[in-house]
Nanobody, 123 residues
């Protein structure tokens, strides 16, 4: 399994942008599809988006489509989540996850998880 560490969270205002990073180690990063999930207080974990091993395919939740962009740099073993036009409802702990198959929106399908990074958006 690959080990994942997220970074880049923080407190921003509505309309601002933020970029999260997820650094991987201990595995063949380029073999994995990567995904971002988030969990807001008192809510269930929510799928945000996913990217395939090459970076050529992505899929997003409707709630973030057009505002968030996932990319990856296999040479740096890192996946990114660029978040633009942030809204207060985007406030959550954001997690990255890895799986050998691309396309699942179900967290239970992912084998490796990071510890999460907090994003707070004020109105």
């Amino acid at each position: 399994q690959v080990q994942l560490v997220e970074s880049g969270g923080g407190l921003v205002q509505a309309g601002d942008s933020l970029r999260l990073s997820c650094a991987a180690s201990g595995g063949s990063f380029s073999s994995y599809a990567m995904a971002w999930f988030r969990q807001a207080p008192r809510k269930e974990r929510e799928f945000v988006g996913t990217i395939n091993w090459s970076g050529r395919r992505t899929y997003y939740a409707d709630s973030v489509k057009g505002r968030f962009t996932i990319s990856r740099d296999n040479a740096k073993n890192t996946v990114y989540l660029q978040m633009d036009s942030l809204k207060p409802e985007d406030t959550a702990v954001y997690y990255c996850a890895a799986d050998l198959s691309f396309g699942s929106t179900y967290g239970g399908d992912y084998d490796s998880w990071g510890q999460g990074t907090q994003v707070a958006v004020s109105s």
